[in-house]
């Protein structure tokens, strides 16, 4: 029984999995159940067990990518104890991740919106609506904490938002980098974009930090002097 | 003869332009030469002058931004005096806004490949990679000029690309900021993600440098001190 209800999922997730290449290939309307079924070795009846038509698969796969995306940073930013800086970087490390595991079937979910119904379509685009709230809040607080620079929230949200997003048209698994360390590397990226480039700087109103600071100065100065000095 | 051309181009570009939106918002299969004649109020005929179908429309506009966006990031690489971060941040400028002027003509463009014949996906592909290879160039010569820090190039500018090319799916004309000033917040924060974040640290060996800093920091430190202090 477990064991029959685990091979059912399965062989869903490979249906949406195969539908999702072919409507990437061939667009909604290029694709047919039986290609779906044959990129499988299954039947077209094995494939109406679980799904109505082509553009039930497609509703699924939209709502499900969507909703994971909205659950996972919700997730990001749930816990109390970080900085802004700190929460951000979980925020793309595993929106990034969201996408960079699953290129295909996320574009297809960002794809195919004129294909949904209304009613779907809003629900996705509510889904969508809490991803961007989740960045802009983080990036909020690091703008009042000090942490981050004087930037824009939204059009900040939406520029991280595009760079994770946009990793699903050009990362290629099996390539030069695994999915992990583009996410890596696009957290370091955003991280220097949002924060304040220069700790010292913020540090300039404090005398003790800058008397502590030329006292280091005075320290690497002394070592540029020659040992026999000319005069 | 000059006044009819000039109204037949105006004509030619109002048909791409009411084509994007229905293709937007109903899909190609979706659409009909009908609902692109009703939306600009002339006839079918008047839209067959001009095109031979919805596929040839969607093609000459695919190929028209695709081509365009090479030449307007070649442009923007062309200049010989400038260095890596003024050169990048030309680039951003010129190619950020050539999505944010047109974003829906630049939607259709990109999500409709499957949509075009294998010889214009290839063209189209190869416009795209002219644009990728622009980036990538100016982020490897700041790399080895010591202007960025040791950013993988190829990731770097997927990352950039994509910020700019996802404003073409949350950009709204009237919106809160206009094209040119959202074009500058990106060049702003692609400017910090790949810039070294301090310069004075890598000047840091220059003794002459350190002095100055020093005097600055001295004055500053002068002024920290009440007027009549405590003894």
Not at 85 to 99: E, G, H, N, T
Not at 112 to 119: R, S, T, V
Not at 143 to 153: K, L, T
Request: aromatic share 8%; net charge positive; glycine share 6%.
């Amino acid at each position: 029984m477990a064991n029959t209800k685990i091979k059912n999922e399965a062989l869903r997730s490979s249906i949406l999995e195969a539908a999702s290449n072919l409507f990437i290939e061939k667009g909604l309307a290029g694709t047919k159940i039986q290609d779906i079924a044959g990129a499988l070795g299954i039947t077209r009846t094995n494939v109406y067990y679980y799904y109505k038509n082509k553009e039930d698969i497609l509703e699924k796969l939209t709502l499900d990518v969507t909703n994971l995306a909205k659950e996972v940073t919700t997730a990001a930013i749930g816990a109390k104890d970080q900085d802004p800086p700190a929460m951000l970087r979980s925020l793309v490390i595993m929106y990034s991740s969201f996408v960079l595991k699953q290129p295909i079937l996320f574009r297809v979910s960002e794809r195919n919106e004129q294909n949904l119904k209304a009613k779907d379509r809003s629900k996705v685009t509510r889904a969508r609506r809490s991803v961007l709230d989740n960045f802009r809040a983080v990036i909020e607080r690091g703008v009042v904490s000090g942490h981050f620079r004087g930037i824009d929230p939204g059009v900040t949200a939406f520029s991280i938002i595009g760079i994770c997003n946009w990793s699903a048209w050009w990362f290629r698994p099996g390539g030069k980098y695994k999915a992990q360390e583009v996410a890596e590397q696009i957290a370091d990226l955003v991280a220097h974009a949002v924060e304040q480039p220069d700790r010292q700087l913020r540090a300039r109103n404090n005398g003790r930090e800058i008397v502590k600071r030329i006292r280091g100065e005075l320290e690497y100065l002394e070592n540029l002097i020659p040992e026999r000095p000319g005069r």
